[in-house]
């Protein structure tokens, strides 16, 4: 995610009835334009029941999302999927996007990219791009998102896109089957001219929990990418900015998981669901609210899925009474649920969560497993 911003938030919405802190405008909003992809990423953060063409929001639907985030304070609109290069209307929508002050960032694959379109984009206001890798290796690379030639073709475009003058970030997913490439990873970022690279360790749930034995890291593999990045965040100092995000199988306390539930940010799912975090349908129980039927406004202060963990009063014991209660917010909500069967759970990543140790035994035995294949994401569910 990027800071720039182009507006002063407007003023925040009042609070509901259920959190008893002021609510704060949102800064950024995920928008996932579709779950098309022509990538099968087996971590891939969409839901197991994707979402078909035919559901999708039109223009129009998402221009007056559009519209009315940016009335509520909303700062950054990041156009995701799936692949949103497979909307027709992209360009349109980042026109609108851009139209209104926001900042426009464009999270893709690459492999649907070429000069022309990225020149409708820049043309619309665009302001940057992300473009994921699967690897450093082309054969491992395609391997991984299941795509004949898609390294190759993203290579390419990230020259296309620095041509056309937009700021590149390299998103980079590691994990057991990869992540003894980084320092190649590392080396290909500095050479595709990347000003920032994300190297993110996957996080399980949804696909990713589905292929954790594939995925999982070995604490040596963890230790040797953490010490790589060290060196590489001094060696590219001034030239490469890494971002790195640790598996959290491996802390002792969890990830401040979306900087807190409801706090600062919002996904659209393409059929116009609200959702507290990108992986939240992941979650039995909750229940979101549409675009179709609610203003954005509405659901950001009233949505029972967005007021059900914000804040501090739904938390269990030991979070109830601990003094980090308010830097991580209990963790992930939607780690809790996979590895606990209830998100109202302490995230098990805490050592201080009574469920910490079976989840951790149960990671390292994924990661002695050796198991190379991956269950594909695709249309229909696991
Ligand atoms: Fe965070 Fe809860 Fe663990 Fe405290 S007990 S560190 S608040 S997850
Ligand atoms: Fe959903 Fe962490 S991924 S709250």
Request: net charge neutral; aromatic share 8%; glycine share 6%.
């Amino acid at each position: 995610m990027n800071e720039i911003t182009k507006h002063a938030p407007a003023p925040a919405p009042t609070s509901s009835a259920a959190c008893s802190v002021p609510l704060a405008a949102p800064i950024a909003v995920l928008a996932e334009l579709t779950h098309r992809c022509p990538l099968q990423c087996p971590y891939c953060s969409n839901p197991l029941m994707l979402e078909k063409a035919n559901v999708e929001l039109k223009t129009e639907d998402w221009q007056r999302v559009f519209t009315e985030a940016a009335a509520l304070g909303v700062l950054q609109v990041h156009f995701s999927g799936g692949e949103p290069t497979l909307r027709t209307d992209l360009a349109a929508l980042v026109k609108h996007a851009n139209g209104l002050g926001l900042y426009t960032n464009l999270i893709t694959s690459g492999v649907l990219l070429d000069a022309k379109k990225l020149a409708a984009l820049v043309d619309a206001g665009l302001d940057h791009v992300q473009l994921s890798f699967q690897d450093s290796e082309a054969e491992n690379a395609n391997r991984i998102g299941h795509y004949k030639g898609g390294h190759e073709k993203k290579v390419a475009v990230a020259a296309l896109i620095r041509a056309a003058g937009l700021p590149l970030t390299m998103n980079a997913v590691v994990h057991r089957q990869n992540l003894d490439h980084l320092a190649e990873i590392i080396a290909l970022a500095d050479k595709i001219d990347a000003s920032r690279l994300e190297v993110a360790h996957v996080q399980y749930y949804g696909w990713a929990l589905k292929n954790r034995a594939a995925l999982m890291p070995t604490r040596a593999q963890l230790d040797r990418a953490t010490a790589m990045v060290d060196a590489a965040r001094i060696r590219l100092k001034g030239r490469l900015v890494i971002d790195y995000v640790v598996p959290d199988y491996y802390a002792k306390r969890p990830k401040k998981c979306m900087d807190g539930w409801g706090r600062h940010f919002f996904n659209v799912s393409p059929a116009g669901k609200v959702l507290p975090c990108h992986a939240a349908e992941s979650i039995d129980g909750l229940k979101f609210d549409s675009v179709r039927e609610r203003s954005v406004e509405w659901i950001w202060a009233n949505s029972e899925a967005f007021n059900r963990f914000r804040g501090t009063d739904w938390m269990p014991e030991p979070c109830r009474s601990c003094d980090r209660r308010e830097l991580d917010f209990g963790g992930c909500r939607c780690q809790a649920f996979a590895l606990t069967g209830s998100a109202g759970n302490t995230d098990p990543a805490c050592e201080l969560s009574s469920n910490h140790q079976a989840m951790f035994e149960a990671a390292l035995a994924d990661a002695a497993s050796g198991e190379p294949n991956y269950v594909y994401r695709r249309i229909g569910g696991a």
